[in-house]
C-alpha cells in the first residue's frame, strides 16, 4: 500500500513538472532578451560640450635674425693722419657729433688765402660797378671783374668742403662700436675706423613660405623670442620682399620692434610666430573629437539619446583644437568622450556637458 501511494506521488510531481516547464522556458527567454540582462544594449556614458563661438588666431612659426635700424662703418672721404678722436668705444653717439679729426693744416691756409683773395676781389668788383654806373667802364671790364670774384668764391667754397671732409662726424643717433684706429695713424677711404648703430627700434629679418604671401602684409603682429632669456617681444611687418626666392620659394619678410631697454642684439638667432588672421567667432573642437572618414573627417552629436555622426570641415588647426567652417552651429552638443567605442546613432547617455 505505501509502494503505491509513493509511485502516485512521483508521478504527479512529474506531471507537474512537465506541466510547468513550458512556462520556465518561457520566462528564462524573455528575461534573456531583456534590456537589463543583455549589457550590451546599455547607453554608454560620454562626456559632452555645447558648441559656442570662441577667439582663434591663425599663426605661423619661422626663424630670424635680429638687426640694427641703422648700421653704418664709419670711414674718411680723404687720405690724411689722425689729430683727434673724440669719442668713447661703445657710447652713445647724437646725430652730428664730431667723432674724428684728420690734419687740415693745408686746407685751412688754403682757406686763408682765398678768403684774402675774396677781400681783393669784392673791391675790384665794387669799383668798376661804380665806374659802368657813371659810364667810366666798359661792361666787359666790369663782367671780367665779376667773374674773378665768382671764381674766388667757387674756391673757398670747395676748400670748405675738403675742410669737411676732414672731419667725421654721426650721421644718426647710436652707440658706436670698437674703434681700429689711433691718434697719429694715416687713414685713407679703405680704412674702417668704427662702426655706428642705431638699436631702437629693432629690425628683425625672417622667411614665410610663399602659400603665405598674400596674407603678410603690413602691419601684421609679430611675436620675438629670445631663446637664450625666454623673453618675448611683439613687433610689427613693415615690409614685404614683393619676389618669392625661387631657390626656397619663400618670401623675405621685415619686421620692427621696439628695443628701449636695449635688451636686443643684432646679429641673434630669434624665434618668429606671426599672427596671420584673428577670429573673433570661430567655432573650435577639441582635436581628438575629429573622426576621419571616407567622405572626409565627421564628428559625434548628442541628439535624442543618440550619437548622431555629422560630417565637418575644418580649417585651422591649433596643438589642441581645430577650426569647424561646416556641419556645425552654435548650440550643438558635442560628444568628446569615447570617441573610438561609439556606433553610429548608437544610444548613449551623458554624465556631464561643459
Known amino acids: 500500500m505505501n509502494k503505491k501511494k509513493l509511485i502516485s506521488l512521483i508521478s504527479i510531481v512529474i506531471i507537474l513538472f512537465l506541466f510547468a516547464l513550458p512556462k520556465l522556458i518561457i520566462n528564462k527567454s524573455k528575461n534573456l532578451n531583456s534590456p537589463q540582462s543583455n549589457p550590451r544594449s ?149 680704412t674702417r675706423i668704427a662702426t655706428l648703430q642705431s638699436i631702437n627700434p629693432m629690425k628683425v629679418d625672417f622667411a614665410v613660405p610663399q602659400k603665405y604671401f598674400g596674407l603678410i602684409k603690413p602691419g601684421k603682429t609679430v611675436y620675438i623670442k629670445i631663446s637664450s632669456t625666454g623673453k618675448t617681444y611683439t613687433g ?60 572626409g573627417e565627421k564628428v559625434f552629436v548628442y541628439r535624442n539619446g543618440k550619437a548622431v555622426p555629422q560630417i565637418v570641415s575644418t580649417g585651422i588647426r591649433t596643438e589642441k583644437e581645430v577650426q569647424i567652417l561646416g556641419g556645425l552651429n552654435i548650440g550643438d552638443t558635442l560628444i568628446v568622450s569615447g570617441i573610438i567605442q561609439i556606433k553610429p546613432n548608437a544610444p548613449v547617455r551623458l554624465s556631464s556637458v561643459n
Open 42 to 190: 546599455q547607453p554608454l556614458v560620454v562626456k559632452g560640450i555645447i558648441i559656442k563661438e570662441g577667439y582663434l588666431q591663425n599663426k605661423i612659426f619661422s626663424n630670424g635674425t635680429l638687426m640694427s635700424n641703422e648700421e653704418v662703418e664709419l670711414r674718411t672721404e680723404i687720405a690724411g693722419k689722425i689729430t683727434q678722436i673724440l669719442f668713447e668705444e661703445g657710447k652713445y653717439v647724437k646725430k652730428g657729433e664730431l667723432l674724428l679729426k684728420i690734419n687740415d693744416a693745408e686746407l685751412q691756409a688754403t682757406l686763408k688765402k682765398n678768403k684774402s683773395r675774396e677781400t681783393l676781389a669784392r673791391d675790384k668788383e665794387y669799383r668798376y660797378k661804380q665806374l659802368l654806373e657813371k659810364n667810366l667802364t666798359s661792361q666787359q671790364d666790369y663782367d671780367v671783374a665779376l667773374g674773378e670774384l665768382n671764381s674766388v668764391l667757387a674756391d673757398i667754397e670747395y676748400t670748405q668742403a675738403q675742410i669737411e671732409k676732414t672731419e667725421i662726424r654721426a650721421p644718426f643717433d647710436g652707440i658706436i662700436g670698437l674703434r681700429s684706429v689711433s691718434v697719429g695713424s694715416y687713414i685713407s677711404p679703405q
Open 236 to 295: 610689427k611687418v613693415y615690409a614685404v620682399e614683393p619676389k618669392i626666392d625661387p631657390n626656397t620659394r619663400s618670401v623675405q619678410v621685415r619686421a620692427i620692434v621696439p628695443n628701449e631697454k636695449g635688451e636686443l642684439t643684432p646679429g641673434a638667432y630669434v624665434e618668429i610666430e606671426i599672427v596671420l588672421e584673428e577670429f573673433n567667432n570661430a567655432i573650435l573642437v577639441p582635436s581628438e573629437t575629429i573622426v576621419p572618414d571616407i567622405e
